[in-house]
């Protein structure tokens, strides 16, 4: 069955710390993938996606992600974390067959510390 | 531009009840898709409409249905409620041209559906 694995359900970090997110996700063919964030109280937005070409692609508010094909592996970075990131944050796969579906990891909770 | 809207944002319903939840996406955007959310499972796919048509289709019951309509506006429907349905239920709508497969999602701020 297709699936998204997000490794931590919950990260805990000192500001000026450095985030990596990791991503796995079981599917063979060619895929679509995104990072979305959820701030509290606020809708899913979304952070970077990946389509083709430089697996290493920049998102907004300094969030990074690097897509390794052979390890089905998309982990979100940034160097070093803000309070304002606090917040979940979901990894998603689009298999380039099925329209618009995205699968979903379950999230990973970040909390970072002042 | 304004964003993916859904109405109503809270509802409350008993069991054997039906619930229609209604999303109005960004402007210009064709593609219409529908999540269930829940602590428990996580960010659930349930259906996707383009131009009127279901496009694709999660694993939930056929309790759950959904359809578009000219404008693009979307509606889903879940009848004879059971207390598991209690979830956010969103919406993201998606610009879709021809010969493109498929494009970002942008997300509403959901219903959150409370089954008693």
């Known amino acids: 069955a297709q699936s998204v694995s997000q490794h931590n359900h919950h990260v805990i970090l000192s500001e000026a710390a450095s985030l990596e997110l990791g991503c796995n996700y079981s599917y063979g063919g060619t895929v679509n993938l995104f990072w979305y964030v959820q701030y509290p109280g606020q809708h899913l937005q979304l952070l970077l996606k990946?389509?083709?070409?430089?697996?290493l692609v920049k998102g907004i508010k300094g969030f990074e992600a690097e897509f390794i094909k052979s390890k089905f592996s998309f982990n979100l970075r940034k160097p070093s974390v803000q309070w304002s990131d606090t917040a979940e944050y979901f990894c998603a796969v689009n298999p380039w067959n099925q329209g618009g579906k995205l699968i979903f990891g379950q999230g990973t909770e970040l909390s970072v510390k002042p | 531009k304004a964003g993916v809207t859904q109405t109503p944002r809270y509802l409350i319903k008993t069991r054997g009840q039906q619930v229609t939840l209604s999303c109005s996406p960004i402007?210009?955007?064709?593609?219409v898709s529908w999540y269930q959310q829940t602590p428990g499972q996580g960010l659930q796919f349930l259906f996707e409409y383009f131009s009127e048509t279901q496009r694709n289709k999660g694993n939930f019951p056929g309790r759950f249905s959904g359809r578009q309509f000219s404008n693009s506006r979307s509606e889903m429907n879940v009848s004879t409620l059971e207390l598991g349905d209690s979830a956010l239920y969103l919406c993201?709508?998606?610009?879709?041209?021809?010969?493109?497969?498929?494009?970002?999602?942008?997300f509403g701020p959901g219903t959150r559906l409370t089954v008693l």
């Open positions: 990946y389509f083709s070409g430089d697996p």
């Open positions: 993201a709508s998606s610009l879709l041209a021809s010969g493109v497969s498929y494009n970002e999602q942008f």
């Open positions: 402007s210009g955007h064709r593609s």
